[in-house]
């Protein structure tokens, strides 16, 4: 069974395993625990199949702006449509808080995110250069307008 919820502070190491497995700059146990606990901006979540975490989401919210801070799914729970569900999920969440527009920055030869993305509506609207510290990639920068994205 697949289900969305909140993360909680016991789905830290799972999450910090997702995210050290995904990312060739991970964050910190210590980070996720911020999130979770301090930072009233965030709203973190989990999909768990079958009651184990496959997918995480961080977002935060700045007024009316959401900006994915971090997605990943574990490699064991991959090609199964969970990183589409949770960012979805998510971003219709953060619509009935009243967020108008998301942003997100992706690598920019990170086409299989990008994919993701396009498909969701997010459009490419800049790019930040050398923007990745651990091998100078580019940023693309890409926005959804929430409030006209009628489907979501
Ligand atoms: C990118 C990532 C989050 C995708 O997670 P996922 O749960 O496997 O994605 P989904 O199953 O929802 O994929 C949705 C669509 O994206 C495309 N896609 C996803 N992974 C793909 C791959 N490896 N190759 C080609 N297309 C892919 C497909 O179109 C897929 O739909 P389909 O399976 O019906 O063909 C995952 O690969 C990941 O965690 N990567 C490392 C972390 C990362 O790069 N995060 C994004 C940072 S911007």
């Given at each position: 069974m697949i289900e969305m919820r909140r993360m909680t502070l016991e789905d830290v190491p799972a999450v910090v395993e997702i995210d050290q497995l995904s990312f060739s700059l991970p964050w910190s146990e210590r980070a996720f625990i911020h999130e979770i606990?301090?930072?009233?901006a965030a709203r973190c979540w989990v999909m768990t199949r079958d009651g184990v975490v496959a997918s995480m989401l961080i977002l935060w919210i700045i007024v009316d702006e959401a900006h994915i801070a971090t997605i990943a799914t574990h490699p064991n729970h991959r090609r199964r449509g969970h990183a589409r569900k949770i960012l979805i999920e998510a971003l219709r969440a953060a619509r009935e808080e009243g967020v108008l527009k998301a942003l997100l920055e992706v690598r920019a030869r990170h086409v299989v995110a990008q994919k993701i993305y396009c498909d969701i509506g997010f459009e490419e609207v800049g790019r930040r250069p050398m923007?990745?510290?651990?091998?100078g990639e580019d940023a693309i920068l890409m926005t959804l307008d929430l409030a006209s994205a009628g489907w979501l």
């Open positions: 606990q301090d930072n009233p923007y990745y510290r651990d091998n």
